[in-house]
């Protein structure tokens, strides 16, 4: 922190170029101010203490200019520190760079040798079960050939099994419709007159033959 000599006539406040150590230097005499209550009771010492690193550090931010301006309108991030903040972005940058380069090459090592490994412990395996050849059954694929021959018509049977279950719904569906009218005066009569008690005898043309 560089202090600016200025004239008798000129600002009376200390000029100062980094905002940044002048409050460094607040806290370090903060813990120097904490020690001048030694002795007071805990009450007394917590308000006392407040007030006087309060009045403290507002003594000194009005005292001061950060590179002419004001406490409150001096930036709290300094060039120099921006400055730094951009050269460790571009060191991550590379850094990040050189390990997507050289960090594949490493792992792709480690890998082949895991694979080689895990080859090695799989011959170490042995078969405790010897494989056994499938043999196809000539009485069941026989079967099967009839069923897949005999598959078609059966399909269209029961094809013809369900249109002809539908036409008999329709015709019973029919009956039913027609049991269900209420017959008409003139049927009724004929019904009278072919089902009923007084109906009149059929005359015969023909006498009845004598017996012998």
Request: glycine share 4%; charged share 30%.
């Amino acid at each position: 922190m560089e202090v600016v000599e200025s004239g008798a006539n000129e600002e009376y406040r200390v000029q100062v170029t980094s905002k940044k150590k002048v409050t460094e230097q607040l806290e370090k005499y903060k813990e120097v101010l904490k020690t001048a209550l030694k002795g007071q009771t805990e009450e007394v010492k917590q308000a006392l203490l407040s007030e006087l690193l309060a009045n403290f550090e507002a003594a000194v931010q009005d005292n001061v200019l950060v590179n002419g301006l004001p406490w409150e309108e001096a930036p709290d991030v300094e060039e120099d520190e921006a400055d730094d903040l951009e050269s460790q972005l571009d060191d991550n940058i590379v850094e990040a760079t050189r390990r997507r380069r050289a960090y594949p090459k490493k792992i792709l090592r480690h890998a082949v040798h895991s694979l080689k490994a895990d080859r090695k412990l799989m011959g170490l395996y042995e078969n405790t079960a010897k494989p056994q050849e499938a043999f196809k059954d000539p009485e069941q694929e026989s079967i099967m050939n009839d069923l897949s021959a005999a598959a078609p018509g059966v399909v269209k049977q029961a094809i013809q099994a369900i249109k002809s279950i539908n036409s008999l719904q329709k015709q019973a569906e029919g009956l039913c419709e027609i049991l269900d009218m209420k017959p008409s005066l003139a049927s009724l009569e004929i019904h009278g007159e072919v089902f009923g008690c007084g109906r009149r005898p059929i005359r015969r043309s023909a006498a009845p033959c004598e017996e012998s």
